[in-house]
């Protein structure tokens, strides 16, 4: 069974990729086990911060029964206790979730949801198990070291990406960046924004935590393969059947089909865009002041987050 991991930062394209790879020959894919929307996985991060922080060697039991489940094929159990956790936990408020995350009080409904959680099941069927993560920014070493998955990271021009937050309203409270300006100062001995800084600093802030931490976790790896979104928006039929016969995966019909449909108008959390015009998306999306602002903000961070000099914006 070949695994694949799937790890980029919010809004990096990561859905798209992972939906293609995961249409070829044998391949079953698993959308974000470790995500906002899984009891499981809720039961497995509440007792980390918003984005779970492990090195290899670190025991999680809830862990390694999340990521064994999810490299297996990633089912629902369909045991009765798990039905009851995921109704438990659907009549949450997202907002009690984020509570827990950012170290505030459980809910009953929470932890009632908790104590029914169950971890994903194998796919008998499954030959390519497809994984993609938004959460794993600071345990994809731990993952790699405990399943040995192949990597793709998917990175993306930091002001599409965040153009993007910016519409959905990411990181709005201020805990969120407080709690990655540890992480910065840890990793990196960066001083964060204030928690009174303004909300567009602390999301591009916030961000450049996310990505920067995966830049170095793939410098560490050079056998990873590391995509731009924007190159593969140049060519997405011709660049996705490469990328996927790079990573042992067989193109078939249903991936290029999969390709095709995408190309298409879409908006929010939807996965279909007009490829031809995400590279420069951002161009329309912010106005020179906001792109000022995030520039400001990722340059207090160690790495040039653009991935070639043709994204990165024009001096004033």
Request: glycine share 8%.
């Amino acid at each position: 069974m070949t695994r694949l991991l799937i790890v980029g930062a919010p809004r990096s394209g990561t859905t798209w990729v992972g939906e293609v790879l995961g249409s070829t020959d044998g391949a079953i894919y698993v959308n974000e086990p470790d995500g906002d929307h899984e009891p499981f996985a809720y039961k497995a991060r509440r007792r980390h911060r918003i984005v779970p922080e492990m090195r290899p060697g670190d025991s999680s039991p809830n862990f390694e029964r999340l990521w064994a489940g999810a490299f297996a094929g990633g089912m629902r159990s369909g045991e009765l206790r798990d039905k009851i956790a995921r109704r438990l936990y659907g009549a949450s408020p997202v907002e009690d979730r984020w509570e827990v995350w950012l170290g505030g009080r459980e809910s009953l409904w929470l932890c009632a949801a908790a104590a029914f959680a169950r971890p994903p099941v194998g796919a008998p069927d499954a030959v390519h198990v497809v994984v993609k993560s938004v959460r794993a920014e600071l345990c994809v070493d731990w993952i790699v070291n405990n399943f040995a998955p192949t990597v793709l990271l998917v990175e993306r021009n930091p002001l599409n990406a965040l153009s993007s937050w910016i519409e959905l309203g990411y990181a709005r409270d201020p805990r969120e960046c407080a709690v990655l300006g540890e992480v910065a100062r840890d990793h990196w001995g960066v001083t964060p924004p204030s928690t009174s800084a303004p909300l567009l600093t602390r999301q591009a802030f916030s961000f450049g935590v996310l990505a920067g931490a995966l830049r170095d976790a793939s410098i560490a790896h050079p056998e990873w393969r590391v995509v731009s979104h924007e190159e593969l928006c140049t060519d997405p039929a011709r660049n996705f059947q490469t990328l996927a016969s790079d990573l042992g995966l067989t193109w078939n019909a249903v991936a290029a089909e999969h390709v095709q449909q995408a190309d298409r108008s879409g908006v929010g959390y939807m996965t279909n865009r007009r490829s031809s015009e995400q590279p420069e998306r951002w161009r329309e999306r912010l106005n020179d002041d906001q792109v000022q602002e995030i520039m400001a903000a990722l340059s207090q961070l160690p790495h040039d987050l653009f991935a070639s000099d043709n994204k990165r914006p024009p001096q004033q």
